[in-house]
T-cell receptor, first 111, second 112 residues
Framework: DTAVSQTPKYLVTQMGNDKSIKCEQN?????MYWYKQDSKKFLKIMFS???????INETVPNRFSPKSPDKAHLNLHINSLELGDSAVYFCASSLRWDTQYFGPGTRLTVL | QKEVEQNSGPLSVPEGAIASLNCTYS??????FFWYRQYSGKSPELIMSIYSNGDKEDGRFTAQLNKASQYVSLLIRDSQPSDSATYLC????????????FGAGTILRVKS
């Protein structure tokens, strides 16, 4: 059973398009996160939700909008994609403030 | 100053040797520390967590924490080629909603 899953695994799109990445966890966790890993492999948090409530909102362009329909799902919608958005996006989850477990990642390429 | 600093490497060790990975952090109030391993093209995988000063051992891995020096290390004994990966040090800032702050990672290469 996959603990934290993301779709799609790869996403190739043109500049200016709008795209979404979906994340689901079946671990019974109550907190979910989005991280971005850039080309230099630096991993940085973007957002986190606890029980569907936004907890962390780092300095991220407002073109990025997370949505958590329930505790098990956290989606990321990106408007007006730019070249600099190309990266690997990881979803993670945890039980309250405990250890975070990562999904397999979504590699986004903006052309 | 970066919040979490690691030597980017690569750190090359022969098979069977001890690999020593180091990490320093700037925020004295940090309470939880993690080591994640990331293979190329894969997601970070937790290998060790440590919360108290001293050593914590798990199989071939030992994490060491010194809060006074703001220093965390990971020792890998009997290194294997399969240990070749990037090792990410992470510090948890609970006061900011369980925010994990990562270092840039150290590339480890174990040569057979």
């Amino acid at each position: 059973d996959t603990a934290v899953s993301q779709t799609p695994k790869y996403l190739v799109t043109q500049m200016g398009n709008d795209k979404s990445i979906k994340c689901e966890q079946n671990l019974g966790h109550d907190t979910m996160y989005w991280y971005k890993q850039d080309s230099k492999k630096f991993l940085k948090i973007m957002f986190s939700y606890n029980n569907k409530e936004l907890i962390i909102n780092e300095t991220v362009p407002n073109r990025f909008s997370p949505k958590s329909p329930d505790k098990a799902h956290l989606n990321l919608h990106i408007n007006s994609l730019e070249l600099g958005d190309s990266a690997v996006y990881f979803c993670a989850s945890s039980l309250r403030w405990d250890t975070q477990y990562f999904g397999p990642g979504t590699r986004l390429t903006v052309l | 100053q970066k919040e979490v600093e690691q030597n980017s490497g690569p750190l090359s060790v022969p098979e069977g040797a001890i690999a020593s990975l180091n990490c320093t952090y700037s925020d004295r109030v940090s309470q939880s520390f993690f080591w994640y391993r990331q293979y190329s093209g894969k997601s970070p995988e937790l290998i060790m967590s440590i919360y108290s000063n001293g050593d914590k051992e798990d199989g071939r891995f030992t994490a060491q924490l010194n809060k006074a020096s703001q220093y965390v290390s990971l020792l890998i004994r009997d290194s294997q080629p399969s240990d070749s990966a990037t090792y990410l040090c992470a510090v948890n800032k609970v006061e900011y909603g369980n925010k994990l702050v990562f270092g840039a990672g150290t590339i480890l290469r174990v040569k057979s």
